[in-house]
């Protein structure tokens, strides 16, 4: 392994309620790299997002997770976060009687940056522009009745505004649709073109790949890291599914 992996998994071993789920994963993902996270459903790709982000919910039982040079196994989810770390919520939250734009105001003074009223105001207009969304939304309550696609904007906002070093997308089974597809694809790219963001994308949907260079994809199976490649792998998988990696850990 390199040295200079901004992410990197060792041995990483979790389980929830005592039912193992996360075997000995070990992997790692350059600073500036664009990596996917591949896998049948059920193989353990969310659960592994959220055990990098530090969800109490499960307990690692084995090994470790650097982050930017650093040991944050222990780490709180705030902590990480502050640290640079960023996961997209499958679900995203509503909060009835809280503005989208007080959200986003009090995410950014979190991370103890201190911006000017206007200059806010000016970067979320601009950013909720560039993501065609409404800058009306922005003085909307976060999330109460807005559609599959506004909710991912919000996300892309959040990420645009945070502008974490590492972003996980988790866009499993969110069944997005076409709209929410392109937001989520735009965001994507902004979030490489403005804050060369490193990203590891978990998904199914091959599509939302299109506009982005690719470097690494991992593909999981049954909570265990069976294979790597480059994004030729992605066309391959598109093709043949998982059975032969299935298949491989049947075998064990
Ligand atoms: P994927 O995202 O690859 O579809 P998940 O990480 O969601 O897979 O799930 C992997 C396995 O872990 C599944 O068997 C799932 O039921 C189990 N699992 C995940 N989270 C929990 C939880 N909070 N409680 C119980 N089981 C869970
Ligand atoms: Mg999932």
Do not use: W
């Not at 201190?114 to 800058?135: H, I, S, V, Y």
């Not at 999330?143 to 645009?160: A, C, D, I, N």
């Not at 790219?189 to 939302?208: A, F, P, S, V």
């Amino acid at each position: 392994m390199s040295n200079g992996a901004l992410l990197r998994c060792c041995g990483l071993s979790a389980a929830v309620e005592e039912k193992q789920i996360l075997h000995e994963i070990d992997f790692e993902v350059p600073q500036g790299e664009v990596h996917v996270l591949m896998g049948p459903n059920g193989a353990g790709k969310s659960t592994l997002g959220h055990v990098l982000m530090g969800d109490p919910v499960y307990d690692i039982t084995a090994g470790s997770i650097e982050f930017d040079g650093a040991d944050i196994t222990e780490l709180t989810p705030d902590k990480r976060s502050l640290a640079g770390m960023f996961l997209s919520f499958q679900a995203p939250v509503e909060i009835p009687g809280v503005p989208l734009r007080s959200f986003l105001r009090a995410m950014v003074e979190g991370r103890g940056e201190k911006m000017k009223n206007k200059e806010f105001r000016k970067q979320t207009k601009a950013l909720a522009e560039t993501l065609d969304m409404d800058p009306a939304y922005l003085d909307r309550e976060l999330g109460v009745g807005f559609s599959g696609g506004e909710k991912k904007k919000v996300e892309m906002l959040q990420l645009l505004m945070l502008k974490p070093k590492l972003a996980i997308l988790d866009e499993t089974d969110s069944g997005l649709d076409v709209d929410a597809l392109s937001v989520v694809s735009r965001g994507m790219e902004l979030y490489r073109e403005q804050c060369d963001g490193t990203l590891l994308i978990i998904t199914h949907n091959t599509r939302i790949l299109e506009h982005l260079n690719v470097d690494r994809v991992h593909v999981m199976v049954a909570g265990r890291m069976v294979a790597y490649g480059t994004a030729s792998l992605i066309e391959e998988i598109d093709a043949q599914g998982f059975e032969r990696y299935e298949a491989a850990v049947a075998i064990d």
